[in-house]
């Protein structure tokens, strides 16, 4: 009667804590997080904005609560994220005119706030996501203030000055939509890239934000391959699945939150979800954990990107609001039919 224990011999199963819980007292060990995962993301409390909101003002209460639940939990912290374009104040990549900074001072700027972070959980963080999302779709690097102030190094920086700060902890590049062919063509070269310059990648997070939808399921086996032919295993770290229909466009790479504020807010199942969605959850869930055990050699956790429906970011997007029944536990805490079609499965 956990999912942990279930998966014990396989991969890790993490979910991601919200503030919420972190500032509340530790768990009880017969709640769902201690009961359920041995793997702890914070869902915001180690981003940028979180732990260096000014300059020089580090704030690690929430991060030091995080490390607390998960050994209270008998569970690894996975520590997320170093470098990212969002959740990022934007006093990281100006002057005091406002003006931006330069490389150097950028670098300095990343090197300052890794070894201050990253040195600080020193041995209590297993692994890091050292850059969120820095592809785009088609497989190209992203245009962000990092790249274009630092420029296509800054990615190689990073992963130097995480390794430096925790020279025993993991390395991770993390980002969705990695079900799409170019974008994990876009990844595997990123890896390979590294690898030429001494830098391991551990893993690669699939971010695994999906929907009943989408993706396929062979789609998602052929970009695991991908990414394990190119010499490096593969963490699924923000797993939900939406219920709710999206537009057209929402997997073409448009910008959905943009196409979709433009429609009414379209919220179905606000009194709950039917039987048939419940079960077309449950068969989505059960075949992408049956995937995920079938290279349960290179796959070293899967994450859930929360524990209860109600705590899902997925009620809040692509659109603000909506009701979402994105996870394994519903809103009171109860096994969903999705639940039981992951714990039977191994
Ligand atoms: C989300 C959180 O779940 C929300 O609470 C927050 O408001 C925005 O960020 N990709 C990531 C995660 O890497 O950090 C994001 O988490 C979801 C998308």
Same mark, same amino acid.
């Given at each position: 009667?956990?999912?942990?224990?279930?998966?014990?011999?396989?991969?890790?199963? /993490?979910?991601?804590?919200?503030?919420?819980?972190?500032?509340?007292?530790?768990?009880?060990?017969?709640?769902?997080?201690?009961?359920?995962?041995?793997?702890?993301?914070? &869902?915001?409390?180690?981003?940028?904005?979180?732990?260096?909101?000014?300059?020089?003002?580090?704030?690690?209460?929430?991060?030091?609560?995080?490390?607390?639940?998960? &050994? @209270?939990?008998?569970?690894?912290?996975? /520590?997320?994220?170093?470098?990212? $374009?969002? !959740?990022?104040?934007?006093?990281?990549?100006?002057?005091?005119? %406002? &003006?931006?900074?330069?490389?150097?001072?950028?670098?300095?700027?990343?090197?300052?706030?890794?070894?201050?972070?990253?040195?600080?959980?020193?041995?209590?963080?297993?692994?890091?996501? *050292?850059?969120?999302?820095?592809?785009?779709?088609?497989?190209?690097?992203?245009?962000?203030?990092?790249?274009?102030?630092? %420029?296509?190094?800054?990615?190689?920086?990073?992963? #130097?000055?995480?390794?430096?700060?925790?020279?025993?902890?993991? +390395?991770?590049?993390?980002?969705?939509?990695?079900?799409?062919? !170019?974008?994990?063509?876009?990844?595997?070269?990123?890896?390979?890239?590294?690898?030429?310059? %001494?830098? #391991?990648?551990?893993?690669?997070?699939?971010?695994?934000?999906?929907?009943?939808?989408?993706?396929?399921?062979?789609?998602?086996?052929?970009?695991?391959?991908?990414?394990?032919?190119?010499?490096?295993?593969?963490?699924?770290?923000?797993?939900? *699945?939406?219920?709710?229909?999206?537009?057209?466009?929402?997997?073409?790479?448009?910008?959905?939150?943009?196409?979709?504020?433009?429609?009414?807010?379209?919220?179905?199942?606000?009194?709950?979800?039917? &039987?048939?969605?419940?079960?077309?959850?449950?068969?989505?869930?059960?075949?992408?954990?049956?995937?995920?055990?079938?290279?349960?050699?290179?796959?070293?956790?899967?994450?859930?990107?929360?524990?209860?429906? /109600?705590?899902?970011?997925?009620?809040?997007?692509?659109?603000?609001?909506?009701?979402?029944?994105? +996870?394994? +536990?519903?809103?009171? /805490?109860? @096994?969903?039919?999705?639940? $039981?079609? *992951?714990?039977?499965?191994?």
């Amino acid at each position: 009667n956990s999912l942990a224990n279930a998966y014990e011999g396989k991969f890790l199963v /993490g979910t991601a804590v919200k503030s919420g819980t972190l500032k509340s007292p530790l768990p009880a060990k017969n709640t769902p997080e201690c009961r359920d995962f041995n793997a702890f993301t914070a &869902e915001n409390a180690m981003k940028w904005q979180h732990i260096q909101p000014e300059p020089g003002v580090f704030s690690f209460a929430m991060a030091d609560q995080l490390i607390r639940i998960a &050994e @209270h939990c008998n569970g690894k912290v996975i /520590g997320h994220t170093l470098v990212w $374009h969002q !959740q990022t104040p934007d006093w990281v990549f100006t002057d005091d005119a %406002g &003006e931006e900074v330069s490389r150097e001072v950028l670098l300095a700027r990343m090197k300052a706030h890794i070894y201050t972070l990253v040195g600080r959980y020193k041995g209590q963080v297993a692994g890091w996501d *050292v850059v969120n999302e820095a592809l785009n779709d088609d497989g190209s690097l992203r245009d962000t203030p990092w790249r274009r102030i630092i %420029g296509d190094d800054y990615i190689e920086y990073a992963f #130097k000055y995480a390794r430096q700060a925790d020279p025993s902890a993991e +390395l991770y590049y993390n980002d969705y939509n990695l079900y799409k062919p !170019q974008k994990v063509a876009g990844a595997v070269r990123l890896v390979k890239q590294l690898a030429s310059k %001494g830098i #391991k990648v551990h893993a690669v997070g699939m971010q695994g934000h999906y929907s009943l939808f989408y993706p396929a399921i062979s789609d998602v086996e052929q970009s695991i391959t991908a990414l394990i032919n190119a010499g490096t295993n593969v963490a699924i770290t923000e797993l939900d *699945v939406t219920v709710l229909p999206l537009p057209e466009n929402a997997h073409t790479g448009a910008d959905i939150t943009q196409s979709f504020t433009a429609h009414p807010v379209y919220d179905p199942y606000v009194d709950g979800l039917p &039987e048939k969605q419940q079960q077309d959850l449950a068969g989505k869930y059960e075949s992408l954990f049956a995937l995920f055990l079938k290279h349960a050699g290179h796959i070293s956790r899967v994450t859930l990107w929360g524990i209860t429906d /109600g705590d899902s970011w997925r009620n809040n997007w692509p659109i603000r609001g909506r009701t979402d029944y994105p +996870l394994l +536990l519903d809103r009171e /805490g109860e @096994h969903k039919a999705a639940y $039981h079609a *992951v714990a039977e499965l191994v």
